[in-house]
Nanobody
Framework: QVQLVESGGGLVQAGGTLKLSCAYS????????MGWFRQAPGNEREFVAY????????FYADSVKGRFTIFRDNAKNTMFLQMNSLKPEDTAVYYC?????????????????WGLGTQVTVSS
């Protein structure tokens, strides 16, 4: 079993920055690919970013490309999402996920393990 715990959310003004963390534990957790998703009220959970188990490459949703950076430190069992130039439309609960998504990188169904989420609110 793999456990995921997010932290780092909060309230920030538009144009500001936040850094989310996801601590992961459990057998083989460092060998899993990981991703960030977000869900705003009334919306479906949407893909934000993905990173391979080795941390060698990332993949982003068009809406966050150039503003967000995903990275991980397997020695510390932690994944991060650095969010810059935040916009009000980035407001959502952010979830980290882990699994072996294969071609299903951008869909929640590709991931087996989820954290409880952390709230990010961007004011205009």
């Amino acid at each position: 079993q793999v456990q995921l715990v997010e932290s780092g959310g909060g309230l920030v003004q538009a144009g500001g920055t936040l850094k989310l963390s996801c601590a992961y534990s459990g057998r083989s957790s460092s060998s899993l690919a990981m991703g960030w998703f977000r869900q705003a009220p009334g919306n479906e959970r949407e893909f934000v970013a993905y990173i391979r188990s080795s941390g060698s490459s990332g993949f982003y949703a068009d809406s966050v490309k150039g503003r967000f950076t995903i990275f991980r430190d397997n020695a510390k069992n932690t994944m991060f999402l650095q969010m810059n130039s935040l916009k009000p439309e980035d407001t959502a609960v952010y979830y980290c996920a882990a699994g072996l998504p294969g071609w299903r990188v951008v869909t929640p169904h590709g991931y087996d393990y989820w954290g409880l989420g952390t709230q990010v609110t961007v004011s205009s």
